[in-house]
């Protein structure tokens, strides 16, 4: 098992830290190209309420970010984790003045854009890889899901063969993925589980993210939860699964998460997963 940490100071030689940033995105899920009402656990923050203001250049963001961990981090790296809404649905020239504006930056090692396998064109595909001779670029895909029934109840809006051509098409870049996977979602059985982490491990991400099914205030999940059509996995089987899983995710492929990152403000549920220690705790012991 080989943890993001790990293969941060093995390659950079120091602490990295990320820096959630906001390039004022929307998503084609929440515009109307593809629905109005967003993947059914999305908050309105579109999953990156840690990101800094959209309001403020991306410099500023960088800088007011580093305020924030300059207590923990001394002479350290900092990752450009373009993190809220679809982060490359715009023009290719916007993407390009954020994008270099964030990796010209001298304390910036990576360059780490979240998005959907659906919204990588040819020419936006060209400029990250065109970025990618610069400093590292890292991809991340939203992919949640193999099984098709998951994903027309969470409304991902794309089919596996999209990520399975996003992935290829980064991967002739040079370009590293990383593949969000959810871990309990409804209806979901731990082998179906099991399933999607043995297929990311296969697809060529280079990455994979573990996160745990938030519900979150004002999203359809949490009108699903309240209603009590659905419910949340206990600490005890999220360890279960998550020793399964891990189990199965080859060393080439880096861990970059195993916990949720849920804003406390807003979680209805599973609501262990707030005291984010004792679960960090748990996972130390008995996984890592
Ligand atoms: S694709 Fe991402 S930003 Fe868009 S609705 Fe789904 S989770 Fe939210």
């Not at 390039?23 to 190209?33: K, L, Q």
């Not at 009590?228 to 279960?240: A, F, H, N, P, T």
Request: aromatic letters at 6%; hydrophobic letters at 35%.
């Amino acid at each position: 098992m080989k943890l993001l940490n790990d293969y941060l100071r093995e390659k950079f030689g120091c602490k990295v830290y990320k820096l959630a940033l906001n390039g004022g995105f929307t998503c084609p899920n929440r515009d109307g190209t593809l629905d109005m009402r967003g993947c059914i656990f999305c908050s309105a923050g579109g999953s990156g309420e840690f990101a800094e203001s959209p309001n403020l250049s991306i410099t500023e963001q960088i800088e007011e970010g580093k305020k924030r961990v300059e207590k923990k981090i001394k002479d350290g790296k900092y990752i450009a984790y373009f993190q809220a809404y679809t982060n490359t649905y715009g023009p290719v020239e916007k993407l390009r003045k954020l994008f270099k504006e964030a990796i010209n930056h001298p304390d910036i090692v990576v360059l780490s854009i979240g998005t959907r396998p659906d919204c990588l064109p040819e020419d936006v595909l060209n400029l990250l890889g065109e970025l990618n001779q610069i400093k590292p670029v890292w991809v991340e895909l939203g992919l949640q899901t193999i099984h098709k029934k998951s994903a027309d109840y969470i409304r991902r809006g794309y089919e596996l063969p999209v990520y399975d051509r996003a992935v290829k098409e980064l991967r002739k870049r040079n370009i590293e993925v990383i593949t969000h996977v959810i871990i309990g979602l409804p209806g979901e059985t731990t082998k179906d589980m099991e399933d999607t982490v043995r297929y990311v491990c296969s697809s060529g991400a280079t990455g994979i993210k573990l996160q745990l099914l938030h519900i979150l205030r004002n999203t359809d999940l949490a009108t699903e939860y309240e209603s009590g059509k659905i419910s949340v996995l206990s600490e005890d089987e999220y360890i279960e699964i998550l020793k399964r899983l891990t189990d199965i995710i080859p060393d080439n492929v880096i861990i970059h998460r195993l916990t949720g990152d849920g804003d406390k403000k807003i979680l209805i549920a599973p609501m262990w997963s707030a005291n984010k220690r004792h679960v960090i705790n748990r996972i130390n012991k008995e996984i890592k």
